[in-house]
């Protein structure tokens, strides 16, 4: 093939050596405008994982940077006046600068026409008179610009601020410098990359930037190579101490704005992206260099794998988008986190050593305990002793109490519609459904929505509380619940607005029904989606009956005796119609600004808090994001959480979206948590309120996770006690947990062993003659790096 190259990071020198070892028959042509010595950058790290495929497939590369690579295992936290120690973790890192000799070196080696100080020839040029061309020209790549339509590029520039800097400190470990300034939180993310400096990255949000007089330099345009050195003074006195005498290095050194890069596609006819050009991941989680060589290897791999181009484009793309993607949710969970690390800056040292290490939810309780136990125990400690609590019990099992109601467990089976109710009334199927659930073991039951008139069900299946034969059919199960197990039930009471009138689940979500409709109402007379219904518009008079049949319910579900009621003010139905712009464009004094928008949600749960027993506690459900731009935000969440536990919420429980049809989440494990722990930490907590997170949690080790960060205090999982009625249950007997956080009622005592599986009771013979010696824990797990390590490491290798 004849290969053009355009960009000379280290993502295309490392593909343009993989091709030339290949086939050197090859014909590979790479531009660098910049000259081989114009290195930006101080330190890469890389993951043992990206280090063995490297090592497959290029061993002398593999070779010489294993042989400059600074290696440790600990991760030091220093928050407030306190430094946390993290082992187990595994880090390597060289030079950038070493790394881009090597590859600039083992190209000419294998014959690759390698130009620096040189601009590439007008693309057109390259398309036409070559196979291949490879645009690895970075975040800001032009090749990308050039064809935007074929890639649809969508850049999302971040608010905070970074500067990328060193110091000649050698940080023996990962360094996260969490600093509380008279200007706001500033943090420090740091690394050894040799045995004579350190990669010191600082950041901080632009209202702290801003407050700090670091916009001094705003709208300075510095050329390349040149640093803001009036900054990296400030920098440097404001981390003196973090610096213990040391200087900070600068090169190019400058306020920069991360931006993730993503692209629909990464292929235009014989064109190809890699690295940042594709893709970028928030420096919090990984490194661009990693990314952009792994995509080297996968790429040459599919190359030369497929007899034509199209077919190893497409190879190359399905085989690293999915890897690039998780990597991707990962750094937008991480990047999201440190923009918002002043809000933890209430938290005890130890809560947020462990929120921090589990931000990208990449690592958790489990994980960590495997990595270095003694400080998972630590974690687990401190929860328990935090909130005068049992030590013994995983997080999950930890009794909570909400308002006056004491549940024995931090689980809730969240509310899940079956449409499985005749004329509003649940039956026996409702019995079963929820009934399993509480002896499944979970603190608290949710029914459904429970709506509070016929028309405001959502289809004919739905369950309501608006007549005695349904107050009598509820009670059944409030009583087996209350009889046969431990569990608590709370009831969740609404009204589905403009998302009325639709067709069972199964038989075709949020579609019209064909026959025995009824006409919906909303907040304006906008369709949920092209093929609803148009709602009536709702008046004062409508208003106010929707309001008394919120209160009749609310009654009712009294009479029933649910222990917790939760009003449902999310997912687009009617009060999530009220609250979102996206629905309500009214232009009275329920329309408008959130203010106003607010007003009838809030009469409602003003008219329910009012009916329901002031001894039992009252929550609501809210979506914290519409996911559609002009909807509600983060920000929005936080507001509306505040108004309701203004107005006496004991809980929010948090979850998403379902506004509107055109909505575009953002699907992944736990994606709902962030805005639970963000509504947590800024309005709930303060108050006193618990915050019920929701969302694609599906693992024990999840739950134990977000409740020891402090991101919830109860979990709601629904498709998972779907797949597992008993899911609660297992958790403890996984955890090898007994005791009143989660007992098996006797009838199902004798299975509450985990049944042995496939050759788990083998007893395997002694297969070595001699026995390993035990090696020194603590050793194995901590791991520092010192120019000493270097040394003995060389002294071996020779």
């Given at each position: 093939?004849?290969?053009?190259?355009?960009?000379?990071?280290?993502?295309?020198?490392?593909?343009?050596?993989?091709?030339?070892?290949?086939?050197?028959?090859?014909?590979?042509?790479?531009?660098?405008?910049?000259?081989?010595?114009?290195?930006?950058?101080?330190?890469?790290?890389?993951?043992?994982?990206?280090?063995?495929?490297?090592?497959?497939?290029?061993?002398?590369?593999?070779?010489?940077?294993?042989?400059?690579?600074?290696?440790?295992?600990?991760?030091?936290?220093?928050?407030?006046?306190?430094?946390?120690?993290?082992?187990?973790?595994?880090?390597?890192?060289?030079?950038?600068?070493?790394?881009?000799?090597?590859?600039?070196?083992?190209?000419?080696?294998?014959?690759?026409?390698?130009?620096?100080?040189?601009?590439?020839?007008?693309?057109?040029?390259?398309?036409?008179?070559?196979?291949?061309?490879?645009?690895?020209?970075?975040?800001?790549?032009?090749?990308?610009?050039?064809?935007?339509?074929?890639?649809?590029?969508?850049?999302?520039?971040?608010?905070?601020?970074?500067?990328?800097?060193?110091?000649?400190?050698?940080?023996?470990?990962?360094?996260?410098?969490?600093?509380?300034?008279?200007?706001?939180?500033?943090?420090?993310?740091?690394?050894?990359?040799?045995?004579?400096?350190?990669?010191?990255?600082?950041?901080?949000?632009?209202?702290?930037?801003?407050?700090?007089?670091?916009?001094?330099?705003?709208?300075?345009?510095?050329?390349?190579?040149?640093?803001?050195?009036?900054?990296?003074?400030?920098?440097?006195?404001?981390?003196?101490?973090?610096?213990?005498?040391?200087?900070?290095?600068?090169?190019?050194?400058?306020?920069?704005?991360?931006?993730?890069?993503?692209?629909?596609?990464?292929?235009?006819?014989?064109?190809?992206?890699?690295?940042?050009?594709?893709?970028?991941?928030?420096?919090?989680?990984?490194?661009?260099?990693?990314?952009?060589?792994?995509?080297?290897?996968?790429?040459?791999?599919?190359?030369?794998?497929?007899?034509?181009?199209?077919?190893?484009?497409?190879?190359?793309?399905?085989?690293?988008?999915?890897?690039?993607?998780?990597?991707?949710?990962a750094a937008q969970a991480s990047l999201e986190w440190?923009?918002?690390?002043?809000?933890?800056?209430?938290?005890?040292?130890?809560?947020?050593?462990?929120?921090?290490?589990?931000?990208?939810?990449?690592?958790?309780?489990e994980n960590l305990r495997l990595r270095d136990p003694?400080?998972?125990?630590?974690?687990?400690?401190?929860?328990?002793?935090?909130?005068?609590?049992?030590?013994?019990?995983?997080?999950?099992?930890?009794?909570?109490?909400?308002?006056?109601?004491?549940?024995?467990?931090?689980?809730?089976?969240?509310?899940?519609?079956?449409?499985?109710?005749?004329?509003?009334?649940?039956?026996?199927?409702?019995?079963?459904?929820?009934?399993?659930?509480?002896?499944?073991?979970?603190?608290?039951?949710?029914?459904?929505?429970?709506?509070?008139?016929?028309?405001?069900?959502?289809?004919?299946?739905?369950?309501?509380?608006?007549?005695?034969?349904?107050?009598?059919?509820?009670?059944?199960?409030?009583?087996?619940?209350?009889?046969?197990?431990?569990?608590?039930?709370?009831?969740?009471?609404?009204?589905?607005?403009?998302?009325?009138?639709?067709?069972?689940?199964?038989?075709?979500?949020?579609?019209?029904?064909?026959?025995?409709?009824?006409?919906?109402?909303?907040?304006?007379?906008?369709?949920?989606?092209?093929?609803?219904?148009?709602?009536?518009?709702?008046?004062?008079?409508?208003?106010?009956?929707?309001?008394?049949?919120?209160?009749?319910?609310?009654?009712?579900?009294?009479?029933?005796?649910?222990?917790?009621?939760?009003?449902?003010?999310?997912?687009?139905?009617?009060?999530?119609?009220?609250?979102?712009?996206?629905?309500?464009?009214?232009?009275?004094?329920?329309?408008?600004?959130?203010?106003?928008?607010?007003?009838?949600?809030?009469?409602?749960?003003?008219?329910?808090?009012?009916?329901?027993?002031?001894?039992?506690?009252?929550?609501?459900?809210?979506?914290?994001?519409?996911?559609?731009?002009?909807?509600?935000?983060?920000?929005?969440?936080?507001?509306?959480?505040?108004?309701?536990?203004?107005?006496?919420?004991?809980?929010?429980?948090?979850?998403?979206?379902?506004?509107?049809?055109?909505?575009?989440?953002?699907?992944?494990?736990?994606?709902?948590?962030?805005?639970?722990?963000?509504?947590?930490?800024?309005?709930?907590?303060?108050?006193?309120?618990?915050?019920?997170?929701?969302?694609?949690?599906?693992?024990?080790?999840?739950?134990?996770?977000?409740?020891?960060?402090?991101?919830?205090?109860?979990?709601?999982?629904?498709?998972?006690?779907?797949?597992?009625?008993?899911?609660?249950?297992?958790?403890?007997?996984?955890?090898?947990?007994?005791?009143?956080?989660?007992?098996?009622?006797?009838?199902?005592?004798?299975?509450?062993?985990?049944?042995?599986?496939?050759?788990?009771?083998?007893?395997?013979?002694?297969?070595?003659?001699?026995?390993?010696?035990?090696?020194?824990?603590?050793?194995?797990?901590?791991?520092?790096?010192?120019?000493?390590?270097?040394?003995?490491?060389?002294?071996?290798?020779?």
């Amino acid at each position: 093939m004849k290969i053009a190259i355009v960009g000379g990071g280290p993502g295309g020198l490392y593909f343009a050596a993989l091709m030339k070892q290949l086939d050197p028959s090859h014909d590979i042509t790479l531009w660098e405008r910049n000259a081989a010595t114009d290195t930006f950058g101080f330190g890469v790290v890389f993951s043992d994982e990206t280090l063995g495929g490297i090592g497959n497939a290029d061993p002398v590369v593999a070779e010489y940077m294993s042989r400059r690579f600074a290696r440790w295992s600990d991760i030091d936290i220093h928050f407030g006046a306190e430094t946390l120690t993290v082992g187990g973790q595994g880090f390597a890192a060289m030079s950038r600068k070493e790394l881009l000799q090597l590859l600039q070196h083992r190209c000419i080696e294998l014959g690759v026409d390698v130009r620096f100080s040189t601009v590439a020839p007008p693309v057109a040029d390259l398309e036409a008179g070559y196979d291949l061309v490879l645009a690895s020209d970075g975040v800001n790549s032009q090749i990308r610009a050039m064809y935007a339509e074929s890639f649809g590029p969508n850049l999302d520039p971040r608010a905070n601020k970074f500067m990328w800097l060193g110091t000649d400190l050698v940080f023996e470990a990962f360094k996260f410098f969490v600093k509380d300034t008279e200007f706001g939180t500033m943090q420090i993310h740091g690394y050894p990359y040799s045995d004579e400096g350190s990669t010191f990255i600082v950041e901080m949000s632009p209202d702290v930037w801003e407050a700090a007089g670091f916009n001094e330099s705003a709208g300075e345009v510095f050329p390349p190579g040149v640093s803001d050195q009036k900054a990296i003074d400030k920098i440097r006195r404001i981390f003196a101490d973090e610096l213990q005498g040391h200087e900070i290095l600068a090169n190019n050194s400058k306020w920069l704005n991360f931006t993730t890069v993503r692209n629909h596609s990464w292929r235009h006819g014989n064109i190809v992206l890699l690295g940042d050009a594709a893709h970028t991941a928030h420096f919090s989680i990984g490194s661009g260099t990693k990314l952009a060589m792994e995509d080297s290897l996968a790429l040459a791999a599919c190359l030369h794998e497929h007899s034509d181009l199209e077919s190893a484009l497409v190879a190359y793309e399905t085989e690293r988008r999915p890897v690039v993607e998780s990597t991707q949710r990962a750094a937008q969970a991480s990047l999201e986190w440190f923009e918002r690390i002043g809000q933890y800056k209430g938290q005890d040292p130890t809560q947020f050593a462990f929120n921090l290490l589990t931000r990208s939810r990449r690592i958790t309780q489990e994980n960590l305990r495997l990595r270095d136990p003694e400080f998972a125990d630590a974690v687990d400690r401190h929860f328990a002793e935090s909130q005068g609590l049992p030590e013994t019990a995983p997080a999950m099992f930890q009794p909570y109490r909400i308002g006056e109601l004491e549940l024995k467990n931090r689980i809730v089976v969240s509310p899940m519609d079956m449409y499985s109710a005749v004329d509003g009334v649940p039956g026996d199927f409702h019995l079963v459904h929820l009934g399993s659930k509480a002896l499944g073991g979970a603190g608290l039951v949710m029914t459904e929505m429970v709506c509070v008139s016929a028309e405001g069900r959502i289809t004919p299946g739905c369950s309501g509380l608006y007549t005695d034969e349904q107050r009598d059919s509820w009670k059944s199960v409030v009583d087996f619940v209350h009889g046969r197990s431990t569990a608590k039930i709370g009831v969740q009471i609404g009204h589905s607005g403009r998302k009325g009138s639709t067709r069972l689940m199964w038989e075709g979500i949020d579609e019209p029904l064909e026959s025995g409709n009824w006409e919906p109402v909303g907040p304006s007379a906008l369709p949920y989606g092209p093929g609803n219904q148009t709602p009536r518009e709702i008046d004062r008079a409508g208003m106010d009956k929707v309001k008394a049949d919120f209160v009749e319910a609310t009654l009712r579900a009294e009479a029933a005796g649910f222990d917790l009621l939760e009003v449902h003010a999310a997912h687009g139905y009617l009060l999530s119609s009220f609250l979102s712009p996206i629905s309500n464009q009214r232009t009275d004094e329920y329309g408008g600004s959130l203010e106003n928008r607010l007003r009838f949600p809030l009469e409602v749960f003003d008219a329910v808090r009012a009916a329901w027993p002031a001894g039992k506690p009252m929550t609501v459900r809210i979506s914290a994001t519409d996911w559609i731009d002009g909807g509600n935000s983060s920000d929005d969440s936080v507001d509306i959480a505040r108004a309701f536990i203004e107005h006496g919420a004991a809980g929010i429980d948090v979850s998403t979206g379902q506004v509107a049809k055109e909505e575009k989440p953002a699907f992944g494990r736990s994606y709902q948590t962030p805005f639970a722990d963000r509504i947590r930490q800024e309005v709930a907590a303060p108050a006193g309120v618990a915050v019920i997170a929701v969302g694609a949690i599906s693992t024990y080790d999840d739950v134990n996770s977000l409740l020891l960060a402090g991101r919830a205090d109860l979990v709601a999982l629904g498709r998972t006690h779907l797949y597992d009625p008993q899911w609660t249950l297992h958790a403890a007997a996984e955890q090898e947990y007994r005791g009143p956080g989660c007992e098996w009622i006797p009838q199902f005592r004798a299975g509450r062993r985990k049944p042995p599986s496939a050759r788990t009771d083998a007893v395997r013979p002694r297969l070595s003659l001699l026995r390993e010696m035990d090696t020194d824990e603590a050793s194995t797990t901590h791991l520092r790096w010192t120019p000493s390590t270097r040394i003995a490491e060389t002294v071996l290798a020779q």
